[in-house]
C-alpha cells in the first residue's frame, strides 16, 4: 500500500523559515517524480513544486520561487519541502502528492496517491 | 500559465440525480485533463485522468469527456459520499494549474 506521510509543520513567524518531510512507502520511490500542492484555509489547490525521479529537475510555482526549495533522498525514500522567507499567505495545509505515471516531471501526469497534509500557519 | 475555470463554483443537486460540471481552459490543453473529489478535511482523490480515463476503484458513475479547451465531468446516481468539492487540474504544462473547485451540495 503506498504511504505518503507529511511531518514538519507547524507556526512560524512571518520572515522565518521551516522545512517539510515526506516520508514514503509502499512503492519503489526512486523512479516516481513527487511534489508538494497546498490549500489555504477554505481555499481551493494550489500546485507549489515538483521535482524529477532522480533529482535533477525542479519546477516552482511563480509564488514560492526564490523562496522554496524541493529536494528528495532517494536512500532515505524521503521528500522535503526548506521554505524561507515565508508569509502569510503562505498559510496552508501542504500535501505530498507522487506523480503517476512513473518518470513523468514535466508534464502529462497526475496525482493519484496523496499524503493526508501538514498544517503550516504563518503568523505573528 | 494556463488558467482553469470551472462552472458551476457550486450546486445542488438529491442523492440519485446526474450533474455535470465543467471545465474550460485558457488555451488547449489536449486532452490533459485530471478529476479530482475532495471531501472535508481529506486529502483530494483522483478520478479521472487524461480526460476520459477512470481511475482504478472508481466508481463508473463518473465519466469524463472533452478535449482541447472545454471538459466535463459526469456524476450519474449520486451517493452521500459525492457531496464534495470537485476540481480539474490540467497538466499539459507547467505551471500546472487547478480549477476553482466545484462544490456539490445536498438539496
Known amino acids: 500500500e503506498v504511504q505518503l506521510l507529511e511531518s514538519g509543520g507547524g507556526l512560524v513567524q512571518p520572515g522565518g523559515s521551516l522545512t517539510l518531510s515526506c516520508a514514503a512507502s509502499g512503492f519503489s520511490f526512486s523512479v516516481y517524480a513527487m511534489g508538494w500542492v497546498r490549500q489555504a484555509p477554505g481555499k481551493g489547490l494550489e500546485w507549489v513544486s515538483i521535482?524529477?525521479?532522480?533529482?535533477?529537475?525542479?519546477y516552482y510555482a511563480d509564488s514560492v520561487k526564490g523562496r522554496f526549495t524541493i529536494s528528495r533522498d532517494n536512500s532515505r525514500d524521503t521528500l522535503y519541502l526548506q521554505m524561507n522567507s515565508l508569509r502569510d499567505v503562505d498559510t496552508a495545509v501542504y500535501f505530498c502528492v507522487r506523480a503517476d505515471p512513473p518518470y513523468y516531471y514535466d508534464r502529462e501526469y497526475f496525482f493519484e496517491n496523496w499524503g493526508q497534509g501538514t498544517l503550516v500557519t504563518v503568523s505573528s | 500559465d494556463i488558467q482553469m475555470t470551472q462552472s458551476p463554483s457550486s450546486l445542488s443537486a438529491s442523492v440519485g440525480d446526474r450533474v455535470t460540471i465543467t471545465c474550460r481552459a485558457s488555451q488547449s490543453i489536449s486532452s490533459f485533463l485530471n478529476w479530482y473529489r475532495q471531501k472535508p478535511g481529506k486529502a483530494p482523490k483522483l478520478l479521472i485522468y487524461a480526460a476520459s480515463n477512470l481511475q482504478s476503484g472508481v466508481p463508473s458513475r463518473f465519466s469524463g469527456s472533452g478535449s482541447g479547451t472545454d471538459f466535463t465531468l459526469a456524476i450519474s446516481n449520486l451517493q452521500p459520499e459525492d457531496f464534495a468539492t470537485y476540481y480539474c487540474q490540467q497538466s499539459y504544462s507547467t505551471p500546472i494549474t487547478f480549477g476553482q473547485g466545484t462544490r456539490l451540495e445536498i438539496k
Open positions: 521535482i524529477s525521479h532522480s533529482g535533477g529537475s525542479r
